[in-house]
């Protein structure tokens, strides 16, 4: 019939058509992929300087201990990116197949690991913080496949809701250093004060400011582009909310407010609003914010001394007060601000996460413990040479 | 017919085939778009960067209030944002719809505030900044209204050329800060020397350097990519004559150079190609940045202490210098050298932004003084405890 | 005939169709590529974090020197870019065509320069680095249009493999700053102990890390947007394997570590991996890593005391063990990595390098010396005023 051969025409026309097309477009799906991929590398880089210069440098406030602080930077991060890829590309616990989620990965499980540090500072020789990123990592890429993963079916994978890591890199890293400085500190090390002088400070205020630019980054480094902006926005209100709710809330507590408060709890927004910093609207975020500033100045200004009193233990960053409680919060705050969650999921990945970061941190204290314990915090002096 | 049955095929087929092509094809222009808005996103983060590292260790110079100083930034940066993002999202002044846009404008504010304060460094209570920082938003957004936006249709939207904010962002904030400083300084703020010292200065080059080296994504932010190439090339090309002009100048000017010229007037540069950042070649760029470094590198060396002297009024930062002229230089440099330029538009902008930021920023001072006013500057001890 | 006509229809109906999608396929690619350049500037921005805030802070590690370092790393940068610039628009000794690509070509330059800088790093005047700038760029050009862009014939135009510039940029620079150094630094200075203290340490730290942070862009600068993640990897892979190198060759040879070694050593992976950044797999990125590390080391720890016992010339910043050897290293490693390597030519452009670094050197410091030459280092209060 004549219209069964117009039907056949207009087919060949498609095909035809359509030939040219398709590859093309399928081309430039690629290049528009790659790019994408690129951006994902521009904020793995942002979080890199974070890594090294922030983390870095805002543990340089102790003045007889700031050139081993990074030094032990350079190593942790040197230990544990490469673990982390070989883990990953290894496929055990699960894991990311592009290069560029794998680094992005690597970076939070460096991050976690310099928190946990955090702790323990000035309390470990360099060889032990090489031995602490080499147990940390497995330890922390178990808690993430557990909660992230739906690892072992505890949590259907994509429940748990932590864009940017409030409970499985600050309160993890937080509370495993914890479980660390339960047996690595003694009641003598408690005891001798912790010197900063004009130098110090300042270079911890440097690196508590890159810790903030970057914080962005941070939290919308596995984002679709599409959801970048208002990522960023909600991050930049919470920083804002908690830096300034650190310097009236450290003024109030203390009369004068304190350097170390300002360097390190107005960063706290950035832990708090890691959660849900994709989920809430602007308003939510900076309020997160400030409650979170308030909290970390609260926890360093009251509960700090109280607790190392009671404890006879040292957390020489101070690293429950600015990433333990204020992980937490943002963890319980996606509870009551993310519409559709599931409450039993996040529940379970928060005490998951507590429970596996205190047992495995106190485990793998013991074990340092093994390659040397002192009763004094060590200085620059000791192994560092000229 | 047949021909109209065939062309009803056509028809057909034409449909047929731009159904398959148009839903894909307009899905890769809003993933293209979302690119694009990251790539803002991360000039963004470079603003950031320049903001608090920049501006913030700039400031460290003065010695005795470096920790004062940063915290100071802080806590302007964190009142600016939160307020402007309020202003655009209530579409109070005018102001833009996207998100990143937001972002950069607040940042845009933020900047110039912070060139204000550089002004009145060290006179203030924290307090004081916080208040300054509520202050000086909405002048800010006022003046960015009446002359960007076309706001009481005094200047047509689009008729002033200031991308990169030479007029509005560096000369408002300059001259707002001496509008401020009229009140706020004392002659005996003015006779007592302002320290600093080696470890101060090297902060100070720290946040030169920060300033420096993003300063293309401040003048290149909200420029379409195709454009920021050619934009980057001419920010660079204007901060690397100001720093060859400055070195000579101050060389010529002060037998030996001061590391106050270099920090500073190396930057006039940036400061001074923002009006014309996108609209010149790179031979009209490189010229600006010498002119500008050569007229900030004076500015410092011989009015600064001639203009002291005579109003006994104190710029801590010498904000006039780095700021007020060369971004002065820069509006003005517009009208000779961008094409079909509006130059009464161009020279209504400029006035315009002088009288308001003078005006506003003595009125200002006035209500900050309802706050205390002392006539010594303040040292980090007063405020910062431990 | 009717098949006649109905081939017509279809051609018709292909034109119209095709006539709507390229006019919109070949805007969308334009959007495309230039988001490709975007990203691109974005490299730019972090290889000039590693020029100024990089290079410059690492050299503060001489602590009478600190600020002249500083202000000599600024003014280097302003003098090679434009430079640079001038010789790519005037076409001379070839040179890219997209404004982007010399952006990144200049900066490689700058940062050669910076690297033989570090050599003479306190024996020259202000006014010499300037003179140093403007004679070495030539050279630097010469070099880069005989190995990479075919000049005289010698080397087919992309068969000689350095992505990162280990021969180009890092080992150009160094041998041309001991070229150099055989005219400009004498016996006494040789003696004279170049003395640090834990603030210029901290800083050079700094320096170091920024470097590290920023690496993956300086070697993936110029890479397409799909090799990008991998090349990141790689580099990423090569500088924790240096960073523990450095750390263990350090306390093997020196009983306590050296911060010096820690702050250049652990960038020796960054710069042996440039060759084959984009080239081989992590295993083999991470072995370059490790060797360049304990290679620099050794280098600092063993070579370096021996060598200038040897000859009474002293680099300042060691950069033969920093950016010669390991540059060398990593491009004699392409000879052994790179599959269908061309070794003839890989070869030849090794030894050109060496050849025209050393003989250009020489000159080129025999020149610097008429402007002066003096037997003592010079200090930060000899050129830098109040």
């Known amino acids: 019939m004549r219209v069964s051969r117009f039907m056949w025409m207009l087919g060949i026309a498609f095909v035809v058509v359509m030939s040219f097309c398709t590859p093309a477009y399928a081309a430039m799906e690629d290049d ?11 904020r793995a880089i942002h979080i890199m300087a974070m890594l090294l210069v922030g983390f870095g440098f805002l543990m340089v406030f102790v003045k007889k201990y700031g050139r081993s602080a990074v030094t032990a930077t350079y190593l942790l991060v040197s230990v544990a990116l490469p673990l982390y890829f070989l883990k990953a590309s290894l496929h055990i616990l699960g894991g990311a197949e592009a290069a560029i989620d794998r680094v992005i990965l690597a970076e939070f499980a460096a991050a976690s690991l310099l928190i946990c540090a955090g702790a323990a500072l000035g309390r470990l020789k360099m060889i032990q913080y090489i031995l602490l990123g080499l147990l940390f990592v497995p330890c922390y890429a178990f808690n993430e496949w557990l909660v992230l993963d739906g690892g072992l079916g505890l949590i ?4 748990f809701v932590d864009t940017g890591g409030s409970i499985v890199i600050h309160a993890f890293g937080a509370l495993f250093g914890l479980g660390v400085i339960m047996t690595m500190t003694t009641k003598k090390e408690f005891e001798t004060e912790i010197e900063s002088d004009e130098t110090s400070d300042r270079f911890s205020l440097l690196g508590s ?9 941070f939290c919308g480094a596995l984002v679709a582009p599409a959801d970048v902006p208002a990522t960023a926005v909600n991050v930049i209100l919470a920083l804002c909310g908690s830096t300034l709710a650190t310097y009236f809330a450290s003024v109030t507590l203390r009369k004068k407010f304190s350097i170390a408060d300002i360097a390190n709890a107005a960063l706290a927004g950035g832990v708090a609003i890691g959660s849900t910093c994709d989920k809430v609207g602007p308003v939510a975020a900076f309020t997160i914010g400030i409650l979170a500033g308030a909290l970390s100045t609260f926890s360093f200004a009251v509960i700090q001394p109280k607790l190392e009193g009671l404890l006879k233990k040292a957390d020489t960053c101070g690293v429950l007060h600015l990433h333990g409680l204020p992980g937490l919060l ?5 509870l009551f601000l993310v519409e559709d969650i599931s409450k039993v999921s996040q529940a379970k990945g928060i005490i998951v996460t507590i429970l596996i970061a205190i047992a495995t941190g106190f485990v793998v204290g013991k074990m340092l413990a093994a390659a040397g314990r002192r009763s004094e915090p060590y200085t620059d002096a000791e192994e560092i040479g000229d």
């Not at 528009?32 to 521009?42: E, F, G, H, M, R």
């Not at 259907?156 to 429940?159: A, H």
């Not at 400011?209 to 980054?217: E, H």
């Open 156 to 159: 259907t994978k994509g429940n």
């Open 330 to 334: 943002g963890g319980v705050a996606a």
């Open 209 to 217: 400011m890159v810790l903030w630019v970057f914080w962005p980054s």
């Open 32 to 42: 528009i992929s790659a790019l994408a991929d690129v951006q994902k590398y521009n």
